[in-house]
Each structure stands twice: as structure tokens, then as C-alpha cells.
């Protein structure tokens, strides 16, 4: 599997050694290397210091499997796995609805792989995993026995490695609907046309924790398929299940009707000028959940996410009663846990009240944190109690 040879710049080594799995083109002295070949990794002064994917579009032109001179071959990307799914059994992760292999969490840079009972869907999201895809699917079927694989190469991150964006379907033909059991709770997803690989894995751990504080009238803005919104309903008097997209708000109404949940009210509507319209109206909420989309897609646009968060974190604050708490995520990895309590800080001193922080969580445990690569850290969601 490996077939190649790249030289990196004392910098580019130093940043393996500390630790981090990339290192960029502007580090790259010498390549002899196809491109998403598995390379070896070479110093200035000659020795191997690792194995990694190469990429010949992308800014990331390494992203590291192994430090050494280890071997790289279908065993090694099997002891992978096997290591994959003993963490998501030490942590008790769901083994039928969970994410299997979180890409540079995993150690297996660039790949994602979800499971959703007895499908997959599996993300390529570099030239170094699609060069071996099918090596792949043939350990993920011996492994899982999927009813069928989706493999969904359709994210536009893709098209920094002058990849294509494209569907393909292995085995048996995919339903357009599929229905999930996610903590009692029966969830329908979209494969081949939800957001990420169908459902918010991510947030799953974060909807079992926010039961901890359900109680009297709750809104999930942006909801979505109402994942939240549905973990709140039976110890919750109403709740308001808010989205921009038609399509999510039919999807979070149907998903309420399925439960037999009969105090879900799923609005269409821009959450911002809800949260505003409720307020002047002199409505209360004793919880809120905010979940937007990535404001800050690029480091380019994060002072204007920050205000964007502000902006929705300020209304929220102002529509809570006191004692009332407020879930606040945001999913830019461009925006730091410390820049997000600072803003979070900012929006309670403008909305004139203090703010207690209950619990400060990440994504599920099943999309593990490497400590030395910061962009495996993506997902920030704060309990926060308006205190006066």
C-alpha cells in the first residue's frame, strides 16, 4: 500500500513530534509521490519519522498515520478498527447508532464512518482514502456484515483535494427514510439527503444530558429533526421546535407524531426573528436550546460569527426566566472554547443578567478529542443557568 517518499522541513518534523498529525505543502522540501499515495515521512537529515497520506491539492499535504517506520497495510488499518470499536465499547457507546471511525480522532485521517443499524455511511474525504476505498469497504463489510453502504463523497471539503462529489450505494438499495431508535426516541433520517451522514451523532450525548434540566416551556432552535426537542418533550409542559428549512420542520413534526408526542409545536420560521418576536410579544421560556449551523466557516469570517452568536445568545438570555437555563453550542472549530465563553460572557452582561455555568461539554464520545490536533475538537455546548 505505501508508494512513496516525501522530505519535510525541520518545522513540518517538529510538528509531527509534538504531536500534531499535518503538516502543510509550504513544509514539503522534496516529493517523489503519486498523488494520495501513503508515504514515508523523512527529516532534513534523512531518517523515516513517520507514514502518512499524501495530497497533492490540499494546503494539508500529509496527514499522518503512523510515527515510525511502521508498516502500513490492510492488518494495520484492521488494528485501527479493532481499536476504534474497543473505545466505543469502554465508553459504552450505542454499537447500532454511533460513529465508528472519527476520521483524525481514530488515527485514520480523512475517514468517517457512521453507523445506523444495519447500513453504513462512509465519508472519503481525501485523495489518501480514496486510493484505498475499496480495501476499505471490504474491512467494513467483514466487520459489520451492512445490509448496504452508502458511501456519501459528496462533502465539498472534497474539492480541496480535486476530488469529486459523488454518491455511490453497495449492496442492498438504500430506503429514503430510515427509522432510528436514539434513546427511546424514534428518529427518521435521510442517508443519502440529511445533514453530515443523515443525523447529529455528535449531539447525541448532549440530548441524553439536557434531560438533567427539562422542565416547564422549552423552544430547540434550530431544531432540525428535532433531536432535542423530542428528548425534552415528555418531562417538559410544551415545546417549540423552531428551523429556517421547511423540509427540517416537516421532518421534526412527523418525528413528534411517531413518539405520539402531542406538545411539540414545530415552527418554520428564522430563529433570530423568532427569539426577537417572542420576546416583544412577553413570552418566557425556563430552557432553551441553541444549535446553529457553523457561523464561521473560515478564520475570515469569525468576527462576524461572533456577533452572530452574540446576537442569538442575547435574545435567548433575554426570553428566559430567572433559574431558567440556556444549552448553547456552536459547531466552528474556528472559534475556540475560550472565544465562545467570552462571547457568551458579553451577551449575558448585555442582556443585564449573570450567567452560572453548569456543565461544559464537546461532541459525543464517540468523535474522540486528540489533545495534540486541536481540529478534532469541534463541537462546544454550554449549560448555562440565568442567575439574575
Excluded at 481514530?106 to 457512521?114: R, W
Excluded at 443523515?198 to 433531536?227: I, P
Excluded at 453550542?329 to 465562545?340: A, K
Aim: hydrophobic letters at 40%; charged letters at 25%; aromatic letters at 6%.
Amino acid at each position: 500500500m505505501e508508494n512513496g517518499r516525501v522530505t519535510v522541513s525541520r518545522r513540518g518534523a517538529d510538528r509531527i513530534r509534538r504531536g500534531h498529525l499535518w503538516v502543510y505543502q509550504s513544509d514539503l522540501l522534496k516529493t517523489d509521490a503519486p498523488p494520495g499515495a501513503i508515504v514515508s515521512v523523512l527529516d532534513e537529515r534523512g531518517p523515516v519519522i513517520g507514514k502518512a497520506f499524501f495530497s497533492s491539492k490540499s494546503q494539508i499535504a500529509l496527514r499522518l498515520l503512523a510515527r515510525g517506520n511502521a508498516v502500513i497495510n490492510e492488518q494495520f488499518l484492521k488494528t485501527r478498527f479493532d481499536d476504534a470499536d474497543r473505545l466505543r465499547e469502554r465508553l459504552g457507546v450505542d454499537p447500532m447508532l454511533s460513529r465508528r471511525i472519527y476520521s483524525e480522532g481514530d488515527l485514520v485521517p480523512g475517514l468517517i464512518v457512521d453507523r445506523y443499524e444495519d447500513r453504513l455511511v462512509v465519508q472519503s474525504l481525501i485523495q489518501g482514502t480514496d486510493a484505498i476505498q475499496s480495501t476499505i469497504t471490504d474491512i467494513l463489510t467483514a466487520r459489520y456484515q451492512p445490509r448496504s453502504i452508502l458511501l456519501r463523497n459528496d462533502s465539498r471539503v472534497r474539492e480541496l483535494e480535486g476530488l469529486p462529489l459523488e454518491q455511490e450505494v453497495l449492496g442492498d438499495p438504500l430506503p429514503e427514510t430510515l427509522i432510528v431508535n436514539e434513546d427511546g426516541k424514534k428518529l427518521s433520517v435521510s442517508l443519502a439527503g440529511g445533514q453530515k451522514t443523515g443525523s447529529y451523532l455528535d449531539q447525541r450525548d448532549n440530548h441524553r444530558a439536557v434531560r438533567r434540566y427539562a422542565h416547564g416551556q422549552a423552544l430547540d432552535a434550530f431544531c432540525y429533526g428535532g433531536g432535542f426537542a423530542l428528548q425534552l418533550s415528555d418531562l417538559c409542559e410544551h415545546v417549540d421546535a423552531v428551523d429556517i428549512s421547511a423540509q427540517a420542520v416537516e421532518v421534526a413534526k412527523a418525528n413528534a407524531e411517531r413518539n405520539g408526542l402531542h406538545n411539540v409545536d414545530c415552527i418554520e420560521a428564522n430563529a433570530f426573528d423568532f427569539l426577537r418576536d417572542r420576546h416583544r410579544e412577553g413570552a418566557r421560556y425556563d430552557i432553551i436550546i441553541l444549535d446553529p449551523p457553523a457561523f464561521a466557516k473560515n478564520k475570515e469570517s469569525l468576527e462576524g460569527a461572533l456577533r452572530g452568536y452574540k446576537e442569538i445568545n442575547n435574545r435567548a438570555m433575554r426570553l428566559l426566566r430567572r433559574g431558567g437555563i440556556l444549552i448553547s453550542c456552536s459547531c466552528s472549530h474556528h472559534l475556540s472554547e475560550g472565544q465562545f465563553a467570552e462571547m457568551l460572557a458579553a451577551a449575558a452582561r448585555d442582556a443585564g443578567c449573570w450567567i452560572r455555568v453548569l456543565e461544559r461539554r464537546f461532541q459525543s464520545a464517540d468523535h474522540p478529542i486528540l489533545l495534540a490536533v486541536p481540529e478534532t475538537l469541534y463541537l462546544k455546548c454550554f449549560f448555562l443557568e440565568i442567575v439574575a
